[in-house]
Nanobody, 118 residues
Framework: VQLVESGGGLVQPGGSLRLSCATS????????MSWYRRAPGKGRELVAR????????NYADDVKGRFTISRDNAKNMVYLQMNSLKPEDTAVYYC????????????WGQGTQVTVSS
């Protein structure tokens, strides 16, 4: 299982970023996918989840209405569109396939750093 996140960067408050996750080594279209983040000094938290077919999504309360998760099963890619970014969104963002509340399919990748600052 390989998971490679990209698209992070430095953005001003109120700005937008689109994160991408390239996957390989597993049957992508059979698994739900999630984005997670780890802020400085905090544990990793679930940000958004999308079902295997893309038919259903759910979000952490603090990103609802601002973030959108999507996937392309033909390309084995999952995306996170982040709008109206806030300084508290600063974190390293990771993708993975959730197997349960605590278990994920792949090893954690490098993630992609998102920094929201003026």
């Amino acid at each position: 299982v390989q998971l490679v996140e990209s698209g992070g960067g430095l953005v001003q408050p109120g700005g937008s970023l689109r994160l991408s996750c390239a996957t390989s080594g597993f049957s992508f279209s059979s698994y739900d996918m999630s984005w997670y983040r780890r802020a400085p000094g905090k544990g990793r938290e679930l940000v958004a989840r999308i079902t295997a077919t893309g038919g259903s999504t759910n979000y952490a309360d603090d990103v609802k209405g601002r973030f959108t998760i999507s996937r392309d099963n033909a390309k084995n890619m999952v995306y996170l569109q982040m709008n109206s970014l806030k300084p508290e969104d600063t974190a390293v963002y990771y993708c993975n396939a959730p197997l349960s509340r605590t278990l994920v399919l792949g090893s954690w990748g490098q993630g992609t750093q998102v920094t929201v600052s003026s």
